[in-house]
């Protein structure tokens, strides 16, 4: 099989890690013997708005509806076009025409990288977690009534769809299924919030008792960030709907002192579109230009990537535990670019861990 991959560096940082990205990636797919054909686009960027009007052209989903992953590096640049525009014009119309309704991230501790929590040992956190992509509370339903009175009133709905809410429970107990200690949690406010997330919580009770191998449990919100922050260990998978995952996605990698190395998968797990990996970073207008940018989190998401689509075959996963062996040790005993207090560059950082990838 050939795996057909679609570049999309964008903006800033983005053009300086996806080289180091490509670099690790094509290390490990020749190692394990996994074809990639990658075909590199220059749109999604703000570049591409400053020349044509517009953030991608015409014909970008059918130029990219052929392709089985997109590796993205970041987008935006406010100098040049607003940041609703830019990420509205490319990153979430890729999320939501492609369907891809699960947003994964890991959040593990390593050697070499400080948590912020107070003795937290390498190997200690090691979670991974299922965020919702498409629908919940970031719909467009609701408007304001009576503007601009004292009787003013806002309103937006959440809003679950039994199809929407099943898939992302059943993606989380078949990944807790695959890991060591199988174990998932379900993140709920079920107490406050009293129609939709009961509704949710019979769902996940439902979804768990067709998966009788995979212990679970369900925290409310509120408890459960405490609990990232006081007993992090203890959690494996973690499910939770769109926004109370979007939190729990950052809180997760903070905790582990990891946020600037963090990747992410925009999964479309019956593969009728392609997905999405890419790092959590941005653009980062601050350091753009200066080759010092941290290219882990790319590295890392090409490393999903490789999990992601040769799945079954074993190859994609040796791949993936290869490139997180040697970020590891890279972690550990360098070189570090400058936010690991280090002064190695991005590309000297990413062709160290590229090399141990080859060597291995
Ligand atoms: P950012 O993630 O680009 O930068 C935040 C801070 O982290 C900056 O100080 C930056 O220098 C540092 N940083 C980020 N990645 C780094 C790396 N790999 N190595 C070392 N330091 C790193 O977030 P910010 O500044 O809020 O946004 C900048 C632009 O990026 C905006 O246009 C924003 O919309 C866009 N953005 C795009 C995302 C995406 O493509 N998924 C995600 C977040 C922001
Ligand atoms: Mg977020």
Redesign the pocket.
């Known amino acids: 099989t050939t795996y057909k991959i679609a570049v999309l560096a964008?903006?800033?940082?983005?053009k300086e890690?996806m080289p180091e990205g490509l670099r690790a990636v094509s290390a490990a797919a020749r190692r394990f013997g996994i074809t990639l054909e990658l075909t590199e686009f220059d749109w999604a960027s703000c570049d591409y708005y400053a020349a044509t009007g517009g953030m991608m052209p015409e014909d970008w989903k059918a130029q990219l509806s052929g392709m089985d992953a997109i590796y993205?590096?970041?987008?935006?640049?406010?100098a040049i076009v607003p940041?609703h525009i830019?990420?509205w014009g490319s990153?979430l119309k890729f999320r939501r025409e492609f369907d891809q309704y699960i947003n994964l991230r890991p959040a593990q501790t390593f050697e070499g990288v400080r948590s912020p929590l107070a003795g937290r040992a390498a190997g200690d956190i090691d979670m991974m977690i299922v965020r919702e992509n498409t629908e919940g509370e970031y719909s467009s339903v609701g408007g304001i009534m009576y503007e601009g009175t004292p009787h003013e009133i806002v309103m937006q709905q959440a809003v679950f769809s039994r199809r929407g809410t099943e898939r992302v429970l059943k993606y989380a107990f078949e990944l807790a299924r695959t890991r060591a200690r199988k174990h998932v949690t379900v993140a709920t406010k079920s107490n406050g919030i009293s129609i939709s997330m009961p509704w949710w919580d019979a769902r996940a009770a439902e979804v768990a008792g067709t998966y009788p191998d995979v212990a679970w449990d369900k925290q409310h919100i509120d408890i459960l960030c405490a609990r990232f922050v006081l007993q992090p260990q203890r959690f494996d998978v973690v499910v939770a709907s769109n926004l109370f995952g979007d939190i729990l996605s950052d809180l997760g990698p903070a905790c582990t002192g990891t946020i600037?190395l963090a990747p992410s998968a925009n999964l479309n797990p019956e593969r009728n579109f392609p997905s999405l990996f890419?790092?959590?970073?941005?653009?980062?207008?601050?350091?753009y230009g200066k080759n010092?940018?941290?290219?882990?989190?790319?590295i890392w998401s090409g490393a999903m990537m490789l999990d992601f689509l040769t799945k079954g075959s074993g190859a994609g996963r040796q791949a993936h535990d290869a490139i997180v062996a040697a970020i590891k040790s890279v972690l550990a005993s360098g070189p570090h670019?400058?936010?690991l207090g280090g002064n190695a560059s991005t590309t000297e950082m990413g062709q160290a861990i590229a090399r141990l990838i080859s060597d291995a």
């Open positions: 964008g903006d800033g940082i983005g890690v993205f590096g970041a987008v935006g640049w406010p940041d830019s990420l990153l600037g890419e790092p959590v970073h941005g653009s980062a207008p601050d350091i010092i940018a941290n290219p882990v989190a790319m670019t400058g936010d």
